[in-house]
C-alpha cells in the first residue's frame, strides 16, 4: 500500500470540506458525478481538492433543484480534456444560472416576508380592539388564528 499524499483526500475530509455527508459523497460517486480521482490498495476511495470543488459545484446545481439526469448533463457538456477556455466558460454559465436562481428565491423571500410584515400588522390592530368578537363586516375579520 502507497502512502496518502498531501493532495489526496479521504471521503471523510472530502464530506467535511464540502459540508455534505459521507453518504452523499458515495451517493454522487454511484451516479457516476464524483468518481475518486483514484483508491488505495485496500480500495478506499481518494480525492483531491479539484474533487472537493466538484462536489460543492455540485450541491450548488442540486440547490437550483436540478435533477441528477441534469447535473449529469451541464458537468459533462464540455470533457475534462477540453482546454481551460471552454471549461470555464462552461463554469460561468452555470454560475449564472445560479446567481438567477438566487435571485429569484430572494424576490420570493423579500414577497413573503412583506406578506408576514401585513399579518403582523393586521393581528396588531385586532390586539386594540374592543369588540368582544369580530364583527363579520371588519376589514381584518378572520386575521385572528
Do not use: H, W
Not at 455527508?21 to 481518494?46: M, Q, W
Not at 450541491?59 to 470533457?79: A, D, F, M, T, V
Not at 444560472?97 to 435571485?103: E, I, L, N, S, V
Amino acid at each position: 500500500m502507497f502512502p496518502i499524499t498531501v493532495s489526496q483526500l479521504q471521503i471523510g475530509e472530502v464530506a467535511k470540506r464540502a459540508g455534505v455527508s459521507i453518504r452523499t459523497v458515495r451517493y454522487y460517486d454511484e451516479k457516476g458525478l464524483l468518481p475518486p480521482s483514484s483508491y488505495t490498495s485496500a480500495g478506499i476511495r481518494l480525492y483531491t481538492v479539484k474533487d472537493v470543488n466538484r462536489l460543492i459545484f455540485i450541491r450548488r446545481l442540486k440547490g437550483l433543484g436540478l435533477s441528477i439526469e441534469k447535473i449529469k448533463l451541464y458537468l459533462g457538456e464540455i470533457p475534462e480534456s477540453s482546454d481551460i477556455q471552454k471549461r470555464a466558460e462552461r463554469t460561468i454559465k452555470l454560475l449564472r444560472m445560479q446567481k438567477k436562481k438566487t435571485r429569484e428565491e430572494m424576490a420570493r423571500l423579500t414577497s413573503l416576508e412583506k406578506e408576514i410584515d401585513e399579518s403582523i400588522n393586521r393581528v396588531a390592530i385586532c390586539m386594540g380592539c374592543k369588540a368582544a368578537e369580530c364583527p363579520e363586516p371588519c376589514p381584518l375579520y378572520g386575521c385572528v388564528l
